[in-house]
Nanobody, 128 residues
Framework: QVQLVESGGGLVQPGGSLRLSCAASGFTLEDYAIGWLRQAPGKEREGVSCFSRRDGTTVPDNPYYKDSLKGRFTIYRHSAKKMVYLQMNSLKPEDTGVYYC????????????????WGQGTQVTVSS
């Protein structure tokens, strides 16, 4: 049974940092595209960053990012621990929202509906 559990959200001041964690179980991490998405209040869910799934024997190591978040957000994974992380720096109030870890067949930053598996989400609030 595929399961994704996020943690690490909270309240942070503008300019601060947070690291989100996603614990995966029930599957081999590299066999799925896996990433982070978020949903701000009153807005649609959007992709933040993701890793593509394994292609044959090749495990992609270059993640994709929403263009506007490059340089502030970093996704990385620890395959043996089945963990995926999102390091968020220089946080802004507009980064506020619920952050989800999700898995699927492809890394779909612009089409969140293509992800098959979702965690419950973790709230990130950036406010002074």
């Amino acid at each position: 049974q595929v399961q994704l559990v996020e943690s690490g959200g909270g309240l942070v001041q503008p300019g601060g940092s947070l690291r989100l964690s996603c614990a995966a179980s029930g599957f081999t991490l590299e066999d799925y595209a896996i990433g982070w998405l978020r949903q701000a209040p009153g807005k649609e869910r959007e992709g933040v960053s993701c890793f593509s799934r394994r292609d044959g024997t090749t495990v992609p190591d270059n993640p994709y990012y929403k263009d506007s978040l490059k340089g502030r957000f970093t996704i990385y994974r620890h395959s043996a621990k089945k963990m995926v992380y999102l390091q968020m720096n220089s946080l802004k109030p507009e980064d506020t929202g619920v952050y989800y870890c999700a898995g699927g067949s492809i890394c779909a930053l612009r089409m969140p509906s293509l992800y098959n598996y979702w965690g419950q989400g973790t709230q990130v609030t950036v406010s002074s």
